[in-house]
């Protein structure tokens, strides 16, 4: 692989310390059920968050969680939906043991006192049954996270918020005992200090902040890829970015845009062009509900085909009816009503936007990876639960037991403490001013469908940002560190050279019939992104450390 090179963080010097068994880092569904689990066995755990708890992408999921519960429904049956979704590239262990335990996992958050609708599911995209649990209608993750940050206040786990985290500490065998985290002062520059672990738990969730336009929160800005990445922890398939279908349009919009979730699709709402035409029609046997890249895909070629606006489609649920609308997507009909929009009656303008990080961290299932002493759960994980394109409503649940799996794994096993830890070495960083420009660049150069000229140029754009001034703040960690995910992406996609799930050449949109499917895995070198070689599905079997 050739390519720009990932960036270090500017010079710091620690100010204080902490020391825990268990470090988790992000306090959305799985760093909760991570520390959780973890402390229920008796672990001391210290929680870092980099805003207060809630801030993260849990409380903003729609859709629901995925469990094959409702009649005529198998566990087998959701498995193979999955692995249909995920494009080749899904590890039947790691889905096997999503479907097997995905029932379980909502029997818990009902045990804790979770108001889930368990009778009347929903259909999304890419399930052959009805099989999303739901709350409040269309407000799950808010449910969930109520849920669990009330376990939290009731448990014995130590929080730190406005922490955010910078780098692992290391020690001379490369194993993690530890990181470095920052909090800002008044001024905005990062009191930094170390936190000592035996174990340190990564559920940063993903990085669509490096896209121009995403339905991602503020802080999803892929700090802890950046880290294990800077850590030389094995990444795996990063090129595969998921892009939601139904992203609320607005013209020039910019940042996180509010999510018109799929459900509202498999309640009969369907996308049509500037002339009403279907889009969706003869393009795929499950029409509007085909899986996310396919819709995707389909929309970014109508949308380039010149006979309508070349950014967005219309999204037409007024056959869904208001009723329906405001008792079961009351989430979604205040977010169009306070836009002008009154989906019941018109229909809601839609573009695709920058979602899920399929890829990520090469984890299992218990979170952990090539790195002795660090894990990684949920959306910073590759678990093999995704492959190439994630089935909606997989990913809550994957994060709940990916959590609690790592928890209890470190509640009954810790690593041995790591002695003599480092500081990794400095850097110049990236400059916060160049940030809407890259993010420009990564829209334009790495979106839905891609071409060797648009990843050339992104590259260079990459190579040439500028470099942080004096001191560390939060904006400069967090340029950093989108730089660094996107220098991932874009030196993972120029690799792969077929086109797969969300990755999608311009000049060969599908897959070649029979062409095996294989994971690209790499790690960084002294911030190079180097290849450290395909691997068949087969292998991708138990822990990867």
Same mark, same amino acid.
């Given at each position: 692989?050739?390519?720009?090179?990932?960036?270090a963080l500017?010079e710091t010097?620690?100010?204080?310390e902490r020391?825990?068994?268990?470090?988790v880092?992000?306090? +959305?569904a799985?760093g909760?059920?991570?520390?959780?689990?973890?402390?229920?066995?008796g672990?001391?755990?210290?929680l870092?968050?980099?805003?207060?708890?809630?801030?993260g992408a849990t409380?903003?999921?729609?859709?629901?969680?995925a469990a094959?519960i409702?009649p005529?429904d198998?566990?087998?049956?959701?498995?193979?939906d999955?692995?249909?979704?995920?494009a080749?590239l899904?590890?039947?262990a790691a889905?096997a043991t999503?479907?097997?335990?995905?029932s379980?996992e909502?029997?818990?958050?009902?045990?804790?006192?979770?108001r889930?609708?368990?009778t009347?599911?929903?259909?999304e995209g +890419?399930h052959s049954?009805k099989r999303?649990?739901?709350?409040?209608?269309?407000a799950?993750?808010?449910?969930?996270h109520r849920?669990l940050r009330a376990?939290l206040a009731?448990?014995?786990?130590r929080?730190?918020?406005?922490c955010v985290? #910078?780098?692992?500490?290391t020690?001379?065998q490369?194993?993690v005992g530890?990181?470095?985290?920052g909090?800002?002062?008044d001024?905005?520059?990062l009191?930094v200090?170390?936190?000592?672990?035996?174990?340190?738990?990564l559920?940063?969730?993903?990085?669509g902040?490096a896209?121009?336009?995403t339905t991602?929160? /503020?802080?999803?800005?892929?700090d802890g890829?950046?880290?294990?990445?800077?850590a030389?922890?094995?990444?795996?398939?990063?090129?595969f970015?998921q892009?939601?279908?139904?992203?609320l349009w607005r013209d020039? !919009?910019r940042?996180q845009c509010p999510?018109?979730?799929e459900a509202?699709r498999g309640?009969g709402a369907?996308?049509?062009d500037?002339?009403?035409?279907?889009v969706?029609?003869?393009?795929?046997?499950l029409?509007?509900?085909?899986p996310r890249?396919?819709?995707?895909? !389909?929309?970014q #070629?109508r949308?380039?085909?010149?006979d309508?606006?070349?950014?967005h489609?219309?999204?037409?649920?007024?056959m869904v +009816?208001?009723?329906?609308?405001e008792?079961?997507?009351p989430t979604?009909?205040a977010l169009?009503r306070?836009?002008?929009i009154?989906p019941a009656t018109?229909p809601?303008p839609v573009?695709?936007?920058a979602?899920?990080a399929?890829?990520?961290i090469?984890?299992?299932?218990?979170?952990r990876t090539?790195?002795a002493?660090?894990y990684?759960?949920g959306?910073?994980?590759?678990?093999?639960?995704?492959g190439?394109?994630?089935l909606?409503?997989?990913?809550?649940t994957?994060?709940?037991?990916?959590?609690?799996?790592?928890g209890e794994?470190l509640g009954?096993?810790?690593?041995?403490?790591?002695?003599?830890?480092?500081?990794?070495?400095a850097g110049p960083g990236?400059?916060?001013?160049?940030?809407?420009?890259?993010? *420009?660049?990564?829209?334009r150069? *790495?979106?839905v469908?891609?071409?060797h000229?648009?990843l050339?140029?992104?590259s260079?754009?990459l190579a040439a940002a500028p470099? /942080?001034?004096?001191?560390?703040?939060l904006?400069?960690?967090e340029a950093?560190?989108?730089? *660094?995910v996107s220098?991932?992406?874009?030196?993972?996609?120029?690799a792969r050279a077929?086109?797969r799930?969300?990755h999608?050449?311009?000049?060969?949109p599908?897959?070649?019939?029979g062409?095996? !499917?294989?994971h690209a895995v790499?790690r960084?070198?002294e911030?190079?992104?180097?290849?450290?070689?395909t691997v068949q599905?087969?292998e991708?079997?138990? !822990?990867c450390?």
């Open positions: 692989m050739t390519g720009p090179e990932l960036r500017p010097q620690p100010h204080w020391e825990a068994d268990v470090v880092v992000g306090s +959305g799985a909760l059920a991570a520390a959780l689990a973890a402390t229920g066995h672990r001391s755990v210290l870092l968050s980099k805003e207060d708890i809630g801030g409380p903003l999921a729609q859709g629901g969680l094959a409702g005529g198998e566990p087998e049956l959701h498995q193979r999955t692995l249909e979704a995920g080749g899904c590890d039947p889905v999503l479907v097997g335990e995905a379980g909502i029997a818990r958050l009902a045990a804790r006192g979770a889930l609708d368990r009347s599911l929903h259909l +890419g049954r999303i649990v739901t709350a409040g209608g269309d799950i993750g808010a449910e969930v849920v376990a009731a448990s014995g786990v929080v730190l918020t406005r985290v #910078l780098d692992a500490l020690n001379d490369g194993d530890g990181v470095l985290a909090r800002p002062h001024d905005g520059t009191r200090g170390t936190v000592r672990a035996r174990a340190v738990v559920a940063t969730g993903g990085f902040r896209y121009a336009t991602n929160p /503020a802080g999803l800005t892929g890829l950046a880290l294990a990445a800077r030389g922890a094995e990444l795996r398939d990063v090129e970015v892009f939601h279908p139904t992203v020039a !919009a940042g999510l018109i979730t509202l309640a369907v996308l049509v500037v002339t009403g035409r279907p969706m029609a003869g393009v795929h046997p029409g509007d509900l085909a890249d396919v819709v995707s895909a !389909a929309m #070629l949308m380039a085909a010149g309508g606006p070349a950014d489609l219309w999204l037409d649920a007024t +009816g208001q009723a329906t609308l008792r079961d997507f979604v009909t169009c306070a836009r002008g009154d018109e809601i573009a695709p936007g979602h899920y399929c890829g990520g090469r984890a299992d299932m218990a979170g090539s790195v002493g660090l990684a759960v959306e910073a994980a590759s678990t093999g639960v995704h190439a394109n994630r909606a409503s997989n990913s809550l994957e994060a709940l037991i990916t959590g609690r799996r790592a794994l009954q096993n810790l690593p041995a403490p790591s002695q003599r830890l480092r500081r990794p070495p990236v400059n916060p001013a160049a940030r809407p420009a890259l993010a *420009a660049a990564m829209s150069h *790495a979106g469908i891609r071409d000229e648009d050339h140029s992104l260079q754009a470099p /942080a001034g004096a001191g560390l703040d904006a400069t960690v950093t560190n989108l730089h *660094a220098v991932l992406v874009a030196v993972a996609a120029l077929e086109s799930g969300c999608r050449w311009r000049d060969q599908t897959a070649v019939a062409q095996r !499917a294989r790499m960084v070198d911030g190079r992104p180097l290849a450290v070689g599905i087969k991708e079997v138990g !822990a450390g």
